[in-house]
């Protein structure tokens, strides 16, 4: 199974990017997939997250400024953020649950990371 985010960048404060993560290979269901980002010398936070029933939920430093949604037919989620901050700098990493079997065992996988810088 891999992991596949694009969609970061370089944007001004105030402004808006959309990541998207792909996931692809042998799969039979995917339960929760989350946006998570890291700085240098911090831990990997959880941005956003959502199941296949469609709940999701957002860290508080970014409710209200972005959004997670997916796509389940297409094993894909994405991250609109808008109004972002200078503190929004980070790598952002998908994570997925993933079953390759019918009622099988979930493995966690993680995307390769997209770089988001905010600043003037």
């Known amino acids: 199974v891999h992991l596949v985010e694009s969609g970061g960048g370089l944007v001004q404060p105030g402004g808006s990017l959309r990541l998207s993560c792909a996931a692809s290979g042998t799969i039979y269901s995917i339960n929760a997939m989350d946006w998570y980002r890291q700085v240098p010398g911090k831990a990997r936070e959880l941005v956003a997250s959502s199941t296949s029933g469609g709940v999701t939920d957002y860290a508080d430093s970014v409710k209200g400024r972005f959004t997670i949604s997916r796509d389940n037919a297409k094993n894909t989620i994405y991250l609109q953020m808008n109004s972002l901050k200078p503190e929004d700098t980070a790598v952002y990493y998908c994570?997925?649950?993933?079953?390759?079997?019918?009622?099988?065992?979930?493995?966690?996988?993680w995307g390769q990371g997209t770089q988001v810088t905010v600043s003037s």
């Open positions: 994570h997925a649950d993933v079953a390759m079997v019918r009622l099988g065992t979930e493995y966690e996988y």
